[in-house]
């Protein structure tokens, strides 16, 4: 079992930042592709944003030019870096690898933006 742990979740106001990091205990390159889901207050899960082995980054249109995602080979995390934060993005974010054709998820960082 590949265990992924999220961590950097917290509260912040509209308009602010805040980075996420998603850590392996395998180094992050094995996996074919990452990602980042969120699940809003009574919504459901949706895709945020991921990156391929290759480097290939993509974005749900709600992120687009305010999150990025990145992956940190020397502290071999998959980072989510969020900025101009508004209510809506409040939810449980969740990281997810690829890794020998399995999908494996973490447990979620909870983060809440205050209007």
């Known amino acids: 079992q590949v265990q992924l742990v999220e961590s950097g979740g917290g509260v912040v106001r509209t308009g602010g930042s805040l980075d996420l990091s998603c850590a392996s205990a395998l180094v992050i390159d094995a996996f074919d592709i990452w990602g980042w889901y969120r699940q809003t207050p009574g919504g459901q899960r949706e895709a945020v944003a991921s990156?391929?082995?290759?480097?290939?980054?993509n974005y749900a249109d709600f992120v687009k030019g305010r999150f990025t995602i990145k992956r940190d080979k020397w502290r071999n995390t998959v980072d989510l870096r969020m900025s101009s934060l508004e209510p809506e993005d409040t939810g449980v974010y969740y990281c997810?690898?690829?890794?020998?054709?399995?999908?494996?998820w973490g447990q979620g960082t909870q983060v809440t933006v205050s209007s």
């Open positions: 997810t690898g690829r890794y020998r054709s399995r999908d494996f």
């Open positions: 990156v391929t082995m290759a480097g290939v980054e």
